[in-house]
């Protein structure tokens, strides 16, 4: 399970360069769009259906991987860390996006910022239970 | 200590649980509208793909979501167990409700516009109710127990 779904983050942060890039720069021009490249910014329709199709695998990882955390033997601090960690992550990305509508390029910086450090917390969690799993310490 | 955990990640769950439900009410809102009418409307005009489409994911993640939620429900022991099995029903009933309604539009039956709207809300706010009871037991101690 561990190896799927650090496969399916992987893929899903590659999914996200491909459609919005992977820079915030990028990110900007294909959501608030961009007069000077003629860049239409997204539709609201699109922009709320991309994020609640993504929020939907995103707290999928999140409750399977901290669910596997918190039986691990890592320190309570660390854990707990973690759990907050992928919360306020998560959700900057989702206030973020859809307070762009209002703040506009801060709140896409917030969600690109929330976006990636999502996955690399969770890579890294993968990783870890990955390596407890391979020496028996689980 | 693992009851500390299980509390922190329930109140986790939750919050992302009613930013997704949130997400999905504005979506709704934007594409289909508040009203029967152009619900109706909305959904006249897909085709069988196009509900599968829209079924398929949600069957999927409503059905986690609500055994998540359920499943921490089923720790706390404020409400009566007869409470909680009316919420299980209720909820799934409302649900099959909720998701089965297009079909019917698409068939002809003007109806079910109506009553996917108020499935849709009733949905809603039932689970609304759910997530305060657990929201209320988290931070009130760690009475969640296994």
């Not at chain 1, 307070?99 to 996955?119: D, P």
């Not at chain 2, 909305?42 to 609500?66: C, D, Q």
């Not at chain 2, 209720?90 to 649900?95: D, P, Q």
């Amino acid at each position: 399970m561990v190896i799927f779904l650090l496969g399916a983050l992987v893929l899903n942060g590659i999914a996200k360069g491909i459609d919005f890039g992977m820079t915030p720069v990028m990110w900007i021009n294909t959501i608030l769009g961009n007069e000077a490249e003629f860049i239409e910014p997204l539709l609201l329709s699109d922009l709320l259906l991309s994020l609640h199709t993504d929020l939907f695998g995103l707290i999928l990882i999140f409750i399977l991987m901290t669910a596997l955390l918190i039986r691990t033997s890592r320190a309570k601090g660390f854990k707990i860390t973690v759990l907050l960690l992928g919360v306020i992550t998560l959700l900057f990305y989702g206030i973020g996006l859809i307070t762009s509508l209002w703040i506009g390029r801060v709140g896409v910086i917030f969600s690109w910022g929330g976006f990636y450090l999502f996955h690399l917390l969770m890579i890294g969690i993968a990783l870890d239970i990955f390596i407890l799993l391979i020496r028996k310490k689980f | 200590m693992q009851h500390q955990f299980l509390r922190i990640l329930a109140l986790s769950f939750i919050v992302l649980v009613v930013l997704q439900s949130i997400l999905g009410g504005a979506l709704f809102i934007v594409l289909a509208g508040w009203n029967p009418h152009t619900i109706g409307l909305y959904y006249s005009e897909k085709s069988f793909r196009g509900l599968l489409e829209i079924l398929t994911p949600h069957v999927l993640f409503i059905s986690i979501a609500l055994m998540g939620t359920l499943h921490f429900l089923g720790f706390i022991s404020t409400i009566s167990e007869k409470k909680k099995e009316f919420l299980i029903h209720l909820l799934f009933g409302l649900f099959v409700i909720d998701q089965s309604a297009p079909i019917f539009i698409v068939l002809g039956l003007k109806l079910f516009a109506t009553i996917k709207l108020v499935a849709f809300i009733a949905f809603e706010s039932a689970l609304v109710f759910a997530l305060i009871v657990i929201f209320r037991e988290s931070l009130r101690d760690f009475s969640l127990h296994h």
